[in-house]
């Protein structure tokens, strides 16, 4: 199965933007459902982003939507999650995940990332 490493967190002010990369290796990436979740402390994991293997068809969490968008590039075996409008309450460490299924739910995805941070100050 693949291997997936997250990259692009950092410190963005309130109002800023962001991109963030997950490169997947070892296995056959266009076979995956991706998604995209994110935790901070104290809370649990959320769905913020999914798409389908070729990208047709696409999801996003409630407290995202119109901020946020995912892509990826089957080509260079990466999927990204463009964050715009960035919120202090944005702030989590963010993960890639790959599940066969095309789903939301976060206990069908498999194989996880370990995460960047993503922190948004005021």
């Known amino acids: 199965q693949v291997q997936l490493v997250e990259t692009g967190g950092g410190l963005m002010q309130s109002g800023g933007s962001l991109r963030l990369s997950c490169k997947a290796s070892?296995?056959?990436?266009?076979?995956?459902?991706m998604g995209w979740f994110r935790q901070a402390p104290g809370k649990e994991r959320e769905f913020v982003a999914g798409i389908s293997e070729n990208g047709g068809n696409i999801r996003y969490g409630d407290s995202v939507k119109g901020r946020f968008a995912i892509s990826r590039d089957n080509l260079v075996n990466t999927v990204y999650l463009h964050m715009n409008t960035l919120k202090p309450e944005d702030t989590a460490s963010y993960y890639c995940?790959?599940?066969?299924?095309?789903?939301?739910?976060?206990?069908?995805?498999?194989?996880w990332g370990q995460g960047t941070q993503v922190t948004v100050s005021s």
């Open positions: 995940a790959a599940t066969r299924f095309g789903t939301t739910r976060l206990n069908a995805y498999n194989v």
């Open positions: 070892g296995g056959t990436f266009s076979i995956y459902f």
